[in-house]
């Protein structure tokens, strides 16, 4: 008897920090989420397709959540909590080496009021020992009947095949939506722009990284080189000056730190030319939040 084609779309939520990034770059099998071990590093909706001759999953990995301090945490709360209502799985992913967050027994009650079947994946089971798995398993289980629970670690790929074999049980027949050799939506100026605001969380401190925007001006490709222009926008001069670094060092090392990731993403070489200007407050403002790219549904 032929197998049916399966697909289905399955939101990754959590909170800050817990690995989704992580999990959906390993499952994607390539760099389409950044990573940073700073809160709120995703702040869009992220798309990853997976797809086999048997079955299609669309994973969207979504920020995390979280109190929102200003109207850029408000919009990335909203599109977390949006992601959850038009979905067929939700998978709930929280950090094994953390316990259970009061946020985390709020969102488990949440998520048992959506009538959509969740799988609670415990992450990063690399860093602590089994038998500390229990309890925390226990304690998950007496806030939400989990249609299963999956221990992982997505960073070393542990238990992600499990996962998208569980996934599968909970999608129906259905159609292939995106092309079987595509594996995200981001266009590749959104993925280079997210790669430049990598590096700045990795080596930035405090809350620079969190006030920055990168907007890509100009992506070109030219015989066997693309050239890409990037201003990075920052909200106070004090930032611009620890961004740029004494005589640019600071800049020159962001520069060559997203050069080679962006080379291969692309597959070829990478001129790449960063600015650095200010735009005071512009994670309250609604213009400039539309404006460097963090839309809404509503919006477009």
């Not at 697909?7 to 390539?30: D, E, H, R, W, Y």
């Not at 960073?155 to 050799?181: A, C, H, R, W």
């Given at each position: 008897?032929?197998?049916?084609?399966?697909?289905?779309?399955?939101?990754?939520?959590?909170?800050?920090?817990?690995?989704?990034?992580?999990?959906?770059?390993?499952?994607?099998?390539?760099?389409?989420?950044?990573?940073?071990?700073?809160?709120?590093?995703?702040?869009?909706?992220?798309?990853?397709?997976?797809?086999?001759?048997?079955?299609?999953?669309?994973?969207?990995?979504?920020?995390?959540?979280?109190?929102?301090?200003?109207?850029?945490?408000e919009y990335m709360v909203r599109v977390a909590n949006?992601?959850?209502?038009?979905?067929?799985?939700?998978?709930?992913?929280?950090?094994?080496?953390?316990?259970?967050r009061d946020k985390e027994r709020e969102i488990a009650?949440?998520?048992?009021?959506?009538?959509?079947?969740?799988?609670?994946?415990?992450?990063?089971?690399?860093?602590?020992?089994?038998?500390?798995?229990?309890?925390?398993?226990?304690?998950?289980?007496?806030?939400?009947?989990?249609?299963?629970?999956?221990?992982?670690?997505?960073?070393?790929?542990?238990?992600?095949?499990?996962?998208?074999?569980?996934?599968?049980?909970?999608?129906?027949?259905?159609?292939?939506?995106?092309?079987?050799?595509?594996?995200?939506?981001?266009?590749?100026?959104?993925?280079?722009?997210?790669?430049?605001?990598?590096?700045?969380?990795?080596?930035?401190?405090?809350?620079?990284?969190?006030?920055?925007?990168?907007?890509?001006?100009?992506?070109?490709?030219?015989?066997?080189?693309?050239?890409?222009?990037?201003?990075?926008?920052?909200?106070?001069?004090?930032?611009?000056?620890?961004?740029?670094?004494?005589?640019?060092?600071?800049?020159?090392?962001?520069?060559?730190?997203?050069?080679?990731?962006?080379?291969?993403?692309?597959g070829r070489k990478v001129y790449l030319e960063l600015?650095?200007?200010?735009?005071?407050?512009?994670?309250?403002?609604?213009?400039?939040?539309?404006?460097?790219?963090?839309?809404?549904?509503?919006?477009?």
């Amino acid at each position: 008897m032929e197998n049916k084609f399966k697909s289905g779309f399955c939101a990754l939520i959590g909170m800050p920090n817990v690995g989704k990034s992580t999990l959906l770059n390993t499952i994607a099998g390539q760099k389409i989420a950044i990573i940073s071990d700073k809160p709120q590093t995703t702040r869009n909706r992220i798309l990853a397709v997976y797809s086999t001759p048997h079955e299609q999953i669309i994973f969207t990995d979504t920020p995390g959540i979280h109190d929102p301090h200003n109207k850029l945490g408000e919009y990335m709360v909203r599109v977390a909590n949006e992601s959850m209502r038009d979905t067929d799985v939700v998978i709930f992913v929280v950090d094994a080496t953390r316990g259970i967050r009061d946020k985390e027994r709020e969102i488990a009650e949440n998520i048992d009021k959506l009538g959509v079947p969740c799988i609670l994946v415990i992450n990063k089971i690399d860093m602590v020992k089994k038998e500390n798995l229990l309890p925390m398993i226990a304690d998950f289980s007496s806030i939400n009947h989990f249609d299963d629970i999956i221990p992982i670690s997505a960073k070393d790929n542990d238990g992600v095949q499990t996962l998208l074999s569980t996934i599968t049980q909970y999608i129906d027949e259905g159609p292939m939506f995106y092309d079987e050799d595509m594996v995200t939506d981001q266009p590749e100026k959104a993925i280079a722009a997210e790669i430049i605001r990598e590096k700045m969380l990795w080596l930035l401190d405090k809350e620079v990284p969190h006030g920055i925007a990168i907007e890509i001006t100009r992506m070109k490709e030219q015989d066997k080189l693309t050239s890409i222009n990037a201003t990075i926008y920052c909200e106070r001069k004090s930032h611009k000056g620890i961004i740029i670094g004494k005589n640019g060092e600071m800049l020159k090392k962001i520069g060559t730190l997203a050069r080679s990731d962006i080379e291969k993403m692309l597959g070829r070489k990478v001129y790449l030319e960063l600015w650095v200007r200010i735009k005071n407050d512009w994670r309250n403002s609604d213009f400039l939040i539309r404006n460097f790219g963090y839309r809404n549904d509503d919006d477009i």
